[in-house]
Every structure is written in C-alpha cells, then in structure tokens.
C-alpha cells in the first residue's frame, strides 16, 4: 500500500469512528455446583431476570441475597466455571412464540427438539405472569369433551376450569390426558402437552400416539426430561401456560395438561435445598403452594371485553399408595375445581378408566354439561353409588327384595357401560344414546358379558334411524318429545333384532 491509500484509510476509519458507551453490568462466578451458580456484583438485578455466562449458556436469578445472588443455570453447567463473567440481561425470562410451535416438540426453554429445524418466531412472552383478574373472567358453562363417558357423564370438565388427575403410578392418569387430546379434533381446541421429568421413551410413544391420531396439528409438546437439569422441569410448566396465553389472547381455546406436577414440586425442592433456602414439610420449601397456585390460577375463560378464549387445566399428581391427603396432592386439589380420582383397585378389576366415582367431582357440575347429557346422566352419580354401597352389603345376605336385586342389576350395567378402552373416544351424541336406553331400562335384561355389544350396536343403528334425535341434540343440545318417541321406538326395534 502507498502512503496515499494509507492516509485515505485513515481518514475514512477516523470518519466511521463511533464514540458510543456501551454500559453492561457484569459479576463474577463465586462458585458452580448441580446446575446453580452462586455471583458477585449484580447487585441491582430483578428475581427471575436472565443472566448470560461467557458460552452463551443462560441462567435465572433466583436467590437475591445481600453479597451474591443465586442462579439457576438452563442447560450444561459443566461449561462455567469459577471466576466467569457473568452479564445480566435486564429481561425477565421470555421465550420466543409464534402460531408456526403448532405441531411442534420444544424444550422448558422454547427451543425446538424435533428436528424439524428452528421456529420463526414474532415476538416473546415472558414465563412468569399475574393471572387473570375476577373482573375478567367469565363463568365456566362450555363443556370440554373428553370423549370418556365416565368423565363427560358424571364428572364433567368445561372451558376454563382447572381439573386435577389423581391416582397412583400405572393407574391411566397420562391415558385420559392423551384421550382428551385426541378427542379435540374438530372442536376448534388448542392444545399443550407438558412432559415434567419423563423418560424420553415414554414422551416418543405419545408424540407418535397423537401423530397417529391426527392430533399433532393442534398440539405442541414441552418437554424436560427425566434425564435434563431440574431447572429445567421447574420451568417447564410456565413455558407451557405461556404458549397457551399466546393462543388464548387470540380469542382461542385452550387446553394444558400438565404430566405431572408431584415432579415439579420435587423439581423445585431439590434447587431451593440447594440455593439453601429453609425446608418445610418433607423439605419442600414454603412457598411451594404458591409454586402451583401461581401457575394453575393462569387457566380461566376470559369474557369477550378482554379478548375472550379461555385456557383448561389437567394438572395430574401422583399419589402413593392411594394417599389423597399427602402434602402435594392436598396443595393442588385445594387449588383446582376438582378431581378425578384413579383407583388402582378398579384398574386391576379390569374397571378402565379407574375412576372412583365417589371421591371424583367437577365443582363446575353439570353447568359444563349440555341439556340431553345433563338429562339422561343426572341420576347415574347416585345410582352408582347406591350400587357400590349395596354391593358391599349384599355380600353378606343373599336373602334381598326385588328392589334392591334391581339396583344392583343396573348399577352392574352402569359400570360395564361406563368400561372404555384407551384411544377410543366416543362422541357426545352416542354417549347420550347409551345413557339413555340404560338409565331408562332397555339394558336391565340384556346379559352383562353382552352389554358392550349392544352398546356399539346401538350406537350405529340409532345414528341411521334416529335422525330427528341426533339432529337435534347435535343443532338444540336437547331433544323434545317427537325426537324421544323416535329414539325409544329405535332403541326397542335395536333390542327385539339384538335378543333373537
């Protein structure tokens, strides 16, 4: 280069030279241990804001103390070490959201792990929100099919309510959640399926069950699995709501299941024992009420001034050996609007799904219950448990009136009707179809070992004959007298061809 390209050169940085400060608040890495950081010199930092460590690894404080502060670090921790800067961002923590997370499987972070490449997002939500106000909330009165007779019959869940799945392991609690979500197609429902501390088999076998079931569409998965940090799991569920008040603020309907929260409290208890916060009862720390209260009170069904759409909650927790009264489930059933509760005794009855009718309840009842259904299922809670109690009872005398020989016939019926297998929903109209001819007697001389088949059977021939009464259950939600005197000539004729 010639003395006059270097004087141009120079001229030209000298012209392009910015005098910007840049000002950034940088600490220092005291010590590292299990996924937390303990660091210096962030001393004007917010609780739950990010802080960046120098290979890009992010992290949330969440001890703000008067010399340090404690951060939870999301992801490796094996990468920061002792004296690393560490620089806070001044975000509370967000993560990246857009309609294209439909279909997809992301990480407590947002980050997509399908490998179906990375997601374009618009704008970010952060993980952390005030619920809903009283002022903005409408009541609970749109149902959420489930497609479970047992559930939509007896123990019915409406748009925005917050309903618990209670039960010992390997009682069918993910199976009902999972049901639920493939019976939300055509019902113009969002859903979010949030995996806490699962094996990572277990969540290929539902992203390939709902992939099957045509589901995937209008589902995103959020997953932190059994094998990934605990910061991990104890921001899982935050994220997941997140992505559900995304939809919601669109106006749309929601619904999050969250699989399960007895891990994410175990989640939370193992970082607050480490960051050295003080152990309550069975060391979980004390603020663990408000851990779920904070996030469950999120699902609502907003009115139309504030932008409609409503968020529904299936938090499930899982007890030990049946144990309802244990500090977590307790927590959580005091927050929800109910409980379906899973009997490990009926499940290896061959009663599936194994709800135990008499400790479930929707605290929303029937209002989340179309007419016909609120019709035809208004006594069955009763009558099953009558069966149950004289059940019990019979077994000791054989000597019974009539009356009582009838109740325990159809409450037999009763429980056999309400027998379901996995991934078979059942529309609502052949759920009000079935009820009917059992609570109004067609089933009471049918042979217990031939119930289900002349359930199924009924439900196709009355769906051809039937016409007036599907009509208008399907158009008014009730039928009137022309469309009953149908169904019940149908139900006959059925019956007369069934027991030839």
Known sequence: MNTNNIVENL????????????????????????????VSGLSDIKSSEMVI?????????????????????????????????????????????????????????????????????????????????????????????????????????????????????????????????LNQKGQNMICVYVSIGQKDSKLR????????????????????GASEAAALSYI????????????????????????????????????????RRPPGREAYPGDVFYLHSRLLERACRRNKEYGGGSITALPIVETQAGDVSAYIPTNVIS??????FLETDLFYKGIRPAVNVGLSVSRVGSSA??????????????????????????????????STKRQLERGKRAVEVLKQLQYSPVKTEHQVVTL???????????AIDRIKEFELGLASYSENNA?????????????????????????ADFKNNFTR
């Not at 919601?248 to 960051?275: F, P, T, W």
């Not at 009917?436 to 049918?446: E, P, Q, S």
């Open 53 to 181: 460590f120098p290979g890009g690894e992010t992290g949330v404080a969440l001890n703000l103390e008067e010399d340090a502060i404690g951060v939870i670090i999301l992801g490796d921790f094996s990468k920061i070490k002792e004296g690393d800067e560490v620089k806070s961002t001044g975000k509370i923590l967000e993560i990246p959201i857009s309609d294209d997370i439909l279909g997809r499987v992301v990480n407590a972070i947002g980050v997509p792990m399908d490998g179906k490449g990375a997601i374009k997002s618009t704008k970010t939500y952060p993980i952390e929100k005030v619920a809903p106000g009283v002022i903005t909330r409408l009541s609970v009165d749109q149902p959420v099919a489930t497609g479970i007779k047992v559930i939509d019959a007896i123990i019915p869940i409406g748009r925005g309510q917050r309903e618990l799945i209670i039960g010992d392991r390997q009682t069918g609690k993910t199976a009902i959640a999972i049901d639920t979500i």
């Open 205 to 224: 076998k539902i992203e390939a069950r709902l992939e099957e079931g045509g589901a995937m569409g209008y589902t995103v998965i959020v997953s932190a």
């Open 369 to 402: 219950q179309i007419k016909a259904m609120k019709k035809v299922a208004g006594t069955l809670k009763l009558d099953l448990a009558q069966f149950r109690e004289l059940e019990a009872f019979a077994q000791f005398g054989s000597d019974l009136d009539e």
């Open 335 to 340: 927050i929800t609007d109910g409980q379906i």
């Open 236 to 275: 899982a569920p935050y994220t997941g709501v997140s992505i559900a008040e995304y939809f919601m603020d669109q106006g749309k309907d929601v619904l999050i299941i969250y699989d399960d929260l007895s891990k994410h409290a175990v989640a939370y208890r193992e970082i607050s024992l480490l960051l």
């Open 11 to 38: 001229k030209r940085e000298i012209e392009n030279f910015s005098t910007q400060i840049k000002a950034e608040k940088i600490g220092k890495v005291l010590e590292v241990f299990d996924g937390i950081a303990k």
């Open 467 to 491: 016409k007036v009464f599907y009509k208008q259950v399907l158009e008014k939600k009730m039928w009137d007298e022309k469309g009953e005197e149908e169904l019940k000539k149908v139900i």
């Open 436 to 446: 009917y001819a059992l609570t109004k007697g067609f089933m009471d001389d049918i």
